[in-house]
């Protein structure tokens, strides 16, 4: 005698078949009668035919032999940011209408306004339905969600918390995989070719010194460690240089505050309040 039932497992994610039968017997089942109880059983999705043919053939004893399964669901897309600005775009010299170009001029640095989105979350989507053994819909995956970390400077858009906004004007940072607003500009070392004039809407702070023929504009403060020469540096608030301000005359120096500065040789400066030379 043969022994043959299906169970389905407590997710309906599959339906398993065990067979026992007298020995040297072999089992006496077809593929009729297979067929027949998966469906008394309710089972009507996934079925393995190829697996029933082979069972019926064989006639062997066998346990938890998978006889239909699921179609499984399937995982969303992940969430993901969606920036509205490049900060890996590199500065590159500007090019003149009659073609020629100007290395001075590398553009300006990656900033943004107060009130400027800056990114925006993406939400994970819900992946396809499956369907069980039953014929039951089985709900897709969401894919993997992310948190929003906000750096100083950022804020949440008080209409859509997956949109991020500048809440000053500022520098775009990012550290450590997190973006901030700045509101100083870093020159580490010259004001040359390297670095090209700098315009800034914010304050500056340069460790080095501004060479001949550069441009420094900010409007904030702005910090130069070293000397300035033949060249222009116009800030809206104080001008502060560490070293001299010295050349041939063609430079100038313009703050809407106050100016203080070590020393001036054969040079023009410009101050709204006071020239401190120290």
Do not use: W
Not at 69 to 81: D, L, S, T, Y
Not at 82 to 92: A, W
Not at 236 to 253: E, F, H, P, R
Not at 265 to 277: F, L, P, T, Y
Request: positive net charge; contains cysteine.
């Amino acid at each position: 005698n043969t022994n043959f039932d299906i169970n389905i497992t407590d997710n309906k994610f599959k339906a398993l078949a065990n067979c026992t039968h007298a020995q040297d017997n072999g089992n006496n089942l077809n593929a009729e009668e297979v067929l027949s109880v998966l469906k008394s059983k309710g089972v009507n999705t996934g079925i393995r035919h190829d697996v029933i043919k082979t069972i019926c053939e064989n006639k062997k004893s066998f346990k938890n032999i998978v006889l239909a399964e699921a179609v499984p669901p399937q995982v969303g897309e992940k969430a993901r940011i969606e920036s509205y600005f490049d900060i890996n775009r590199h500065r590159k010299a500007h090019k003149r209408d009659d073609g020629s170009v100007d290395f001075h001029d590398l553009g300006e640095v990656c900033s943004a306004k107060k009130g400027q989105k800056l990114y925006r979350k993406i939400p994970p989507t819900i992946g396809e339905p499956g369907i069980d053994v039953c014929g039951n819909t089985i709900p897709g995956i969401p894919g993997k969600d992310l948190n929003i970390v906000l750096g100083s400077g950022t804020e949440i858009d008080k209409n859509d918390h997956n949109l991020v906004r500048a809440s000053y004007d500022g520098e775009i940072m990012i550290k450590k995989g997190i973006i901030h607003i700045s509101r100083v500009h870093k020159v580490n070392g010259d004001v040359d070719f390297s670095t090209g004039n700098i315009k800034f809407n914010g304050s500056v702070k340069i460790r080095g010194s501004v060479k001949a023929g550069f441009k420094v504009e900010a409007t904030g403060n702005i910090e130069i460690t070293g000397n300035v020469e033949d060249s222009v540096v116009i800030g809206d608030n104080d001008i502060v240089i560490s070293g001299g301000y010295m050349g041939n005359g063609k430079g100038l120096i313009c703050a809407g505050r106050d100016v203080h500065v070590k020393f001036v040789e054969n040079q023009v400066i410009k101050a709204k309040r006071d020239i401190i030379i120290h």
